[in-house]
């Protein structure tokens, strides 16, 4: 028995994100970036051309589109009309059930306008392409300012289509460029209840919920109504963004005939910290599968260096030799980099 979200009444009762005005100034987007918790900023970019062509016509947009195409190949993601939007496995999750390709990106953007407007649509998808590679100059012209901070500009074109829940470490704030965008978030405590799928082969290398939000099948994935309990909603007109903070889970549908959004990625620690992500990969291969009594030393050798570090850590070491129990520096980063290199190459 499959449960749909009208029948569980799941959606219904989720919370809306909380919305805010604020403008562009760096000072603005450095404090919506300081929340712990996901915020809509309603009209943020509303004054961007590309949302005021939308705003004018599909005809309009494409024209403005067409004007930064420079003959690039993009990346396409297509597949039937009978996939209702959905990229996600195919059958047996041995691959995507959507074909993966590239095209010009102007018989993209034609593809997109001609087909989008059906009902119900194929999926035709660009997905994360780097702005300035794909529309160079678009930035000139439709752009967030974060002062000495480089995020990872990218840009998502389609027709209707739905992403399943995943997870991002960077920051983001996602800009509705056009059409319209609903977001149901969950922190990130909610994993376990969220059934997430492979970590190797993924629809866009990060790990997913495999729980169809559209139908959710709460006798295969009962705890789903748990998280559901957590779930906040956001519904974004073209103009309007979104801060999600690091690690919050995050389902995107695009909801209109032809969508665009823009994201800003980015951390808030150096990038020679490195990822935790890669950590974690590392402790699956070396301490997962120990003896359970050796895994719970470990545990409490985690707690204590890494997640209950202070002060009282390494006070009794003078502070010479604390190599690695040291505050991490650049230099120190380095340093244990070569370390773990030759460690991996043993």
Known sequence: MTCTAGETGLFEAAARVREITCDRSLDSVMAVAASPVPLVMKGFVCDWPVVQAGASSLADLQAYLARFDNGVQVPVSAGPASLDGRIFYNADMTGMNVDRGNAPFTVFLDRVFRHGPAEPPPVIYLASADVDECLPGFRSENDVAFGDLTPLRSIWIGTRARVAAHNDLPLNIACVAAGRRRFTLFPPDQTP???VGPFELT????PVSLVDFAAPDLIRFPRFADAMK???????EAGDAIFIPSMWWHHVESLAAVNILVNYWWRSVPAWLGTPQDVLHHAMMTLRDLPPEEKRIWQNMFEHYVFGNDAETVSHIPPHARGILAPMTEDLARRVRTFL???FNR
């Open 193 to 195: 209840n969220l059934y």
């Open 203 to 206: 629809p866009a290398s990060r």
């Open 230 to 236: 957590t779930a906040q909603v956001a519904e974004l």
């Open 341 to 343: 290199s030759g460690r």
